[in-house]
Every structure is written in structure tokens, then in C-alpha cells.
């Protein structure tokens, strides 16, 4: 299959008063067409590539933005970026209660959403087609004089069909109403009608079942999956759960402070895990099937990622119960195991350090920084 | 709960907030220095013309049956006689207050076509030099008072520049409905053309008159609102609806009118209509500098010469305007928002 998404060398980094925050550390991936691509981490693991971060970080490449070549997101202007949004991707969002605006109704957001992209498509010369003269002007007469507002009925019938498809009963009925009549599922469900507004190639899901309750979550997955078999669509699932990960995904990353340190199809980081945190990771998950067990759960926290505390290491070592000298260096990718796209970011792969001798206790300095280091977490 | 009503409930709370107001202002009479009579009465006058005097006005009943009276006198309309100028109290009010309205409207318009467009700009240009000129601006907007604002413009824009009048207001604005009426009232088969020069002179010669002073009374207000719509508008813009309307196409136009200000507007018509309260009952100063002659010169006038039932008849028109006005704020805000019901 081919790539729809190539992320290369992504960096996320902030400023605070402390220092240089490396919160995304030149990740690369490749999303393939009609994929899930998942992508897994405790809090703090820089997984959440907000969609803002998308637009403005990613060199994300499209292969028929122009003519089949791939385009560089973050060289493209910004007007001529968020053209790209809707048709190419969408992103469905945490907090579903926070993503919509209060004071519209939930039909008029979708239909905002196809009206966008009727007006791009109506003049597609034009990035500005799309806002038609709307302003500061338009918008004080728009609720006033009839014909005068952004909305054309046709939209608003789409938005009326898209909320159908997402399954709200009363759909009609239930676009005129505002967001704070419906429920977190219900908001979750009419986001997602959003996003299927533009006829996106690929979905960006960043944590879209962790506002909601569990038996909701369930829903909401399910819709996803439905939607991704019927349309063929690709989805970039972001998520700590790895439940949400074994139900939806067919390739995962798993991040660890800033990095993938490990890649793979679902059955390569499920069943042959091969980077420590990732055997962590699955092992602090309950099992419903050995009762009485006790949960293993990972020493430690993230460790800051603070520029001038990171250094050149395997950012696990001081948390990792096989940890060695070998860690201090800078681990490569290596190909492990399982099918041809396993990799994992740790000496341990595919090679024999057994001559290496394991890492002091007190390597890091004593008791709370095995915690992590105090006072550095972002 | 309806629009109905909420209408009613606000109305049967308004009448005894209403009483409250009217009660205190009687009450003033009875704290406050100064005998009327002294200023109705000859200086010279004997105590028995003195006492015919009081007697004529009612001022030596015991005070419950005054207070008694003047509640029943209220309820049919009456507020009494002014002592100096011997007309009804009503009619002198009601015959200043289209001026304060006038003035706090026009005040009010000044503020919002400035304030709202300022307050976006600055907000969506934020630590440019568009936002530190809008934040200078309803800095030293705020801090300026009245009075030397009015007199400053009188000085420059007046008296040296000569491009507004100084003080007056030779015509009102239902004297231009009045043009505009006239045809009306003609009917369509007789052919009366609106006599558009007289109708543009009118409005010409009310606009030059009110410049000034609605310049003055409306600069506190705007800077207040070039504030709460640029604070307003930096809430809104980072709220997560606002990424979310971004990252489904919308251009940056529409998120910005069409989703934040919309959200920012509420508030802000909110402190609208409740400043537009204070601007009746506060203009006294500029109408001071600027001799516009609405309720708040009259009630200077009033209290200088102790005319107890224009002092009152006043007050208690300001204090009525304050309530409806509240009423319409609150009702508005509940169709603004969906998110509040009428309660």
C-alpha cells in the first residue's frame, strides 16, 4: 500500500524558563492508505500531535495535494495549509464538550464544514472563494437579514444526512439543537459527522473515546471502525490506551519521551514486544482471564525533557530493569523480530550485548530520580 | 420558563425595586438641609406667609400622610407640582429626557463602532503595534474624566478649530422622525415629497450639536469596551472549538467573526445595556459642560433651588430607566446564550 502520510524528522520544542522542552524529538512514521495507524504513550511521551502541531510542525506529505507529488506542510503558507484541511485530513478531538463552539447550532457547524469545502470546490483558484467576502460586516447583518449568512440550505441538508450517518437518532431534529443539549457521546459522534464533512483522506483520532464513558467509548470505536471499512479511510489514532490499540490498530508506535521507541504491525509490539518499556507498558495492563495477580507496573515517571537534562542516552535507562552500559549511548533503530516493519529503538535488539555490564544501581544518582527528575516534567 | 413569563416576574420584581427607589428619594427630602420655603418666599417675608406657604405645599403634614399622598398621587401619574415653576413635575421630565437619551445612545453608538473593531484588531494583532496603540488608547481612555475631556473639546475642536458648536441642542431627533412622519402622515394620494433638504438640515444640525458631547460621555465607555472585547476575543481564540473550527478548513475570517466574536459578544452586550443605564443617570457632568438640556442639568438645576418634586419626579425617572433596562439586558442575554434559559 501506499503512503499517505510521511511524517520525517519531527520536532516539537517549547521554551520555558527552565530551558529548551524537546517534547517531540525528530519522530519519523509513514501512515499507508486505509490503515490505522496507532500511536501509544503514557502521559508525557509527546504523543499528542494536536492537530495545531499537525498544521504548523509535521512535514506531512500528501501524495495528490499537487499532482501526485508529496508537499511539504510546513513550507506551505498558512492560508494555503488550512485549504488542505477538511479534503485531506480532520481531526476528531479529545473533549468533544470544548470542541464545539457554544453558541451555534450543532448542525450549523457541520454544515460549516461542507459549505467550506462547496466554496473551495466551486473556485478552486482561489484559497479566499472560501470566505466569500465574509467579515466583521457579514457577520453583524447575517442573523438579520435573510440570505445575508455564511449557510446555504444545501449544506445544512448535508449536515442533516452526515449526522444520519453517525448514527443520532432525530437527526433533524437534534442539528438544531446547541451542544450543551447533547451528551459527550452524542458530541463525540456529531464531531466525527464533522470531520467526515470534508471527505478526509486520512482522520486524525487524538484521544477520541478518554472523555467518554467506557460503554460510550465502545460506540464510539465502533463507529470509527465502521466508518474506516466503509469509506476505506485512513485513520491516525492517537491514544494511551492499549485497548483502544488492540481493537483498532494495524500498526502502532510506541512513543517514549519524545521518540518512537518501538514499531511494528499490532501482533509485533503485542506479542513480541521487544523494547523493555513496551513489555512495561503491556504488563501493567489487568488481564481479565489470571485473578489474583498482582499488576506490574513501570518504576519511575517520564523523565523531564528538558534540553539540557536529556543528553545522549536511552532516555529509559534509568527507569529499565535491564538496563546496561551500552545504554549511555544513543540506541539506533534496529529491526527486530517480528514482520518486516519491527523496529525497536534499544541495544537489545537483534544484537548480542550480554558482555556489557549492567548499569549501577545509583547510575543516575540515588532514589528520587529513579523517579524521574524532579521539577522537569513539562 | 417564557419569554412571557420571565417578562412578568421581572416586571412584578422591578414595580418594588421601584418603591424602594421612590421611597428613598422621599425620604431624602427629610435628611437633606435647606427649607423650600426659604427659596419660594420673599426674603423678607413674615412668618405668617411663611407658614400659608408651607401649609399651601403640604409641607407641615406629618410625614406618613406626605409619603401616603405622594405614593397615591405616583400611582395615577401625578408627581407633583414643580414648587418654582408651577407645572407638573412629569411633564418637565419628560420634556428633558429624548435629551439624555439622545446623549447616552449617541454615546453609546460612538462606543460600540470603535470599541468592538479596536478590541478585534488588538486582540487578533496581539504585542503588535496595533495592539499597544488600542491598549494605550483605553488606558488613558478610562483614566480621563469627563469634565476635562468636555472642556478640552469645547477648547480645541470648539473654540479654536471652530468645527462644532460649543454647548446646546437646538434641535431633537424626533424633530427629524417629525420630517420623515410629515409624509407619512400625508398618506400615499396626497403626494407630499419629503422635503429632503429640510430633513438633511435638521439631522446635519443635530449631528454637528451632539458631536461633542457624545464624544465625551462615550470615551470612558468605549475604552471600557475596547477591553472586554480585546480580553474577550484572546479567551475565546484559545479555547479548543476555535482549533477545532480551524482544523476543519474554516479560514481564519470566519473563525474569528463567525465563532469567537460571537462567543466574545455576549458579555459585552451585556455590560452594553447595563452602562447605557448609568449613562442616563450619570451624564449630569457632561450635560453640565456642554448645557445639554436633559435630566441631568434639570436635576442640578433642581437641587440647587430644593424644588423637592422635580428632584424627585428626576430620580425616580432615571431609577425606572435603570430597571427596564436591566430587564432587557437580562431577557437579551437569554437569547444571546443559549445556554441560559429564562429564570
Redesign the interface.
Known amino acids: 500500500m501506499a503512503d499517505l502520510l510521511r511524517v520525517r524528522d519531527l520536532q516539537t520544542r517549547f521554551f520555558t524558563q527552565e530551558g529548551q522542552v524537546n517534547a517531540v524529538d525528530g519522530v519519523s512514521f509513514e501512515v499507508r492508505e486505509g490503515e490505522v495507524f496507532g500511536v501509544v504513550g503514557e502521559s508525557g511521551s509527546g504523543k499528542r500531535l494536536r492537530d495545531a502541531d499537525l498544521a504548523a510542525d509535521v512535514r506531512a506529505d500528501r501524495p495528490d495535494a499537487v499532482d501526485g507529488s508529496f508537499v511539504d506542510l510546513l513550507g506551505l503558507p498558512d492560508r494555503v495549509r488550512r485549504g488542505l484541511r477538511g479534503p485531506t485530513f480532520g481531526t476528531v478531538f479529545q473533549d468533544p464538550a470544548s470542541s464545539l463552539n457554544p453558541s451555534l447550532t450543532v448542525g450549523e457547524q457541520i454544515a460549516e464544514a461542507v459549505e467550506v469545502q462547496r466554496r473551495a470546490d466551486a473556485n478552486p483558484r482561489s484559497v479566499d472563494s472560501r470566505t466569500q467576502g465574509y467579515g466583521l460586516a457579514k457577520f453583524l447583518v447575517g442573523g438579520t437579514v435573510p440570505g445575508s449568512g455564511y449557510l446555504d440550505e444545501a449544506s445544512e441538508a448535508r449536515a442533516v444526512e452526515l449526522l444520519e450517518q453517525v448514527g443520532i437518532p432525530d437527526p433533524a431534529e437534534r442539528a438544531e439543537e446547541y451542544p450543551h443539549e447533547y451528551s459527550g457521546g452524542m458530541l463525540q459522534r456529531a464531531l466525527i459527522a464533522q470531520v467526515l464533512a470534508g471527505e478526509p483522506d486520512l482522520l486524525v483520532a487524538d484521544e477520541p473515546t478518554t472523555a467518554l464513558d467506557v460503554t460510550v467509548q465502545a460506540q464510539i470505536l465502533d463507529l470509527l471502525a465502521d466508518l474506516q471499512a466503509e469509506r476505506g479511510m485512513t485513520i491516525l489514532l492517537i491514544t494511551h490506551n492499549l485497548g483502544v490499540i488492540a481493537r483498532m490498530c494495524d500498526r502502532i508506535a510506541v512513543m517514549y519521551a519524545g521518540e518512537i521507541v518501538e514499531r511494528g504491525t499490532l501482533s509485533d509490539v503485542f506479542e513480541r514486544p521487544v523494547h523493555p518499556y513496551t513489555q512495561g507498558l503491556l504488563g501493567s495492563v489487568p488481564d481479565l482471564d489470571s485473578v489474583g495477580g498482582r499488576l506490574t507496573p513501570i518504576a519511575g515517571n517520564v523523565p523531564s525533557l528538558l534540553d539540557s537534562e536529556m543528553g545522549e542516552r536511552c532516555y529509559f535507562a534509568d527507569r529499565c530493569p535491564k538496563a546496561m552500559e551500552a545504554c549511555l549511548d544513543d540506541p539506533d533503530e534496529r529491526s527486530a523480530a517480528g514482520s518486516a516493519d519491527h523496529t525497536a529503538r534499544c541495544v537489545l535488539t537483534g544484537m548480542d550485548y550480554g558482555d556489557s555490564p549492567p548499569l549501577a544501581e545509583d547510575h543516575f544518582g540515588d532514589g528520587p530520580s529513579r523517579d524521574g527528575h524532579d521539577g522537569g516534567d513539562p | 420558563m417564557s419569554l412571557g413569563r420571565f417578562l412578568l416576574r421581572r416586571g412584578v420584581h422591578g414595580v418594588f425595586v421601584v418603591w424602594g427607589v421612590v421611597t428613598v428619594v422621599f425620604l431624602l427630602r427629610f435628611i437633606s438641609p435647606g427649607d423650600p420655603v426659604n427659596f419660594i418666599a420673599p426674603l423678607d417675608a413674615s412668618p405668617e406667609l411663611r407658614r400659608r406657604i408651607a401649609e399651601e405645599l403640604g409641607l407641615n403634614r406629618p410625614m406618613y400622610v406626605q409619603y401616603a399622598e405622594y405614593l397615591a398621587g405616583l400611582v395615577r401619574g401625578d408627581m407633583g407640582f414643580s414648587y418654582l415653576r408651577g407645572q407638573e413635575a412629569s411633564a418637565i421630565v419628560f420634556a428633558r429626557l429624548p435629551a439624555t437619551i439622545e446623549l447616552a445612545v449617541a454615546a453609546s453608538v460612538v462606543a460600540v463602532v470603535i470599541a468592538?473593531?479596536l478590541g478585534?484588531i488588538s486582540a487578533t494583532r496581539r504585542h503588535q503595534p496595533a495592539d499597544y496603540g488600542a491598549t494605550l488608547f483605553s488606558l488613558v481612555g478610562i483614566s480621563t474624566p469627563n469634565f476635562w475631556l468636555g472642556i478640552m473639546l469645547i477648547l480645541v475642536a470648539a473654540v479654536q478649530l471652530n468645527l462644532f458648536p460649543t454647548s446646546q441642542r437646538p434641535v431633537g431627533f424626533l424633530e427629524i422622525f417629525g420630517h420623515l412622519v410629515a409624509v407619512e402622515l400625508a398618506g400615499p394620494s396626497v403626494a407630499v415629497p419629503l422635503d429632503v433638504r429640510a430633513f438633511a438640515g435638521t439631522l446635519g444640525t443635530w449631528l454637528w450639536h451632539i458631536t461633542l458631547p457624545a464624544l465625551t460621555l462615550g470615551t470612558y465607555f468605549t475604552a471600557l469596551i475596547t477591553r472586554l472585547t480585546r480580553s474577550g476575543m484572546l479567551d475565546e481564540l484559545g479555547?479548543?472549538?476555535v482549533?477545532?473550527?480551524?482544523?476543519?478548513?474554516?479560514?481564519?475570517?470566519?473563525v474569528r467573526?463567525?465563532?469567537a466574536?460571537?462567543?466574545t459578544l455576549?458579555p459585552v452586550i451585556t455590560v452594553l445595556g447595563l452602562q447605557l443605564g448609568t449613562l442616563i443617570g450619570g451624564a449630569v457632568i457632561t450635560e453640565a459642560v456642554f448645557a445639554w438640556p436633559g435630566l441631568g442639568t434639570l436635576l442640578i438645576g433642581s437641587i440647587n433651588v430644593r424644588d423637592w418634586p422635580l428632584i424627585q419626579a428626576s430620580l425616580i425617572v432615571i431609577g425606572v430607566s435603570f430597571v427596564l433596562l436591566n430587564i432587557a439586558v437580562d431577557a437579551l442575554y437569554a437569547s444571546?446564550?443559549?445556554?441560559v434559559d429564562y429564570e
Open positions: 468592538i473593531p478585534v479555547k479548543p472549538y482549533d477545532a473550527a480551524r482544523a476543519k478548513g474554516l479560514p481564519e475570517t470566519l467573526y463567525r465563532h466574536l460571537r462567543n455576549i444571546l446564550d443559549p445556554r
